[in-house]
């Protein structure tokens, strides 16, 4: 058994419609641990350092200005083979290719409003996971 850590985003489409508990009880009903939580309202440097990977693409633009529209929930996640295990509780990026049960079928508006973000990678949550919080902040 592999215990990992994964980072997530509760984007501000689901913030706006009240959706935060809604949205972890997914987590939590599937196995996934909530070790470190919080509610901020992100400037536009800390989205656009966030997602520098897309700073290229033609929606980075778009993504930004939605990022920083509202407040969003920052928090690590904990469990078994988590980074994996978050992408499938999340589903498909774009929701009309979401599986049945997963957050982004039941809760996303679209592609861009898609409810939450989840780390890719385990090199990437950890890299993710360090730019929103200190180690001190995570307990298990
Ligand atoms: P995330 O990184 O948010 O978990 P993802 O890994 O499923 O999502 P990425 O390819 O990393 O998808 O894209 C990052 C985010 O950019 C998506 O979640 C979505 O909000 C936005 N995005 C991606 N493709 C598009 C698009 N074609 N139009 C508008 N927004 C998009
Ligand atoms: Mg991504």
Redesign the pocket.
């Known amino acids: 058994m592999t215990t990992q850590q994964t980072f997530s985003?509760l984007?501000p489409d689901a913030t706006r419609r009240n959706l935060t508990g809604a949205i972890n009880q997914k987590f939590e009903e599937n196995g996934l641990r909530i070790v470190a939580q919080k509610r901020i309202h992100m400037t536009r440097e800390q989205a656009e350092g966030f997602?520098a990977?897309?700073k290229e693409?033609?929606?980075f633009g778009?993504?930004v200005d939605?990022m920083i529209s509202e407040p969003v929930v920052v928090q690590v996640l904990e469990g078994e083979n988590a980074v994996l295990k978050n992408?499938e509780i999340?589903g498909?990026?774009?929701p009309e290719e979401a599986d049945a049960g997963t957050i982004r079928k039941e809760f996303a508006l679209?592609?861009?409003?898609?409810s939450?973000?989840?780390?890719?990678s385990d090199e990437n949550a950890e890299i993710e996971i360090a730019y929103f919080f200190k180690p001190e902040e995570l307990v298990g």
């Open positions: 985003i984007k997602y990977v897309h693409r033609p929606f778009e993504l939605f992408r999340m498909a990026t774009n679209s592609i861009g409003e898609n939450v973000h989840g780390s890719d």
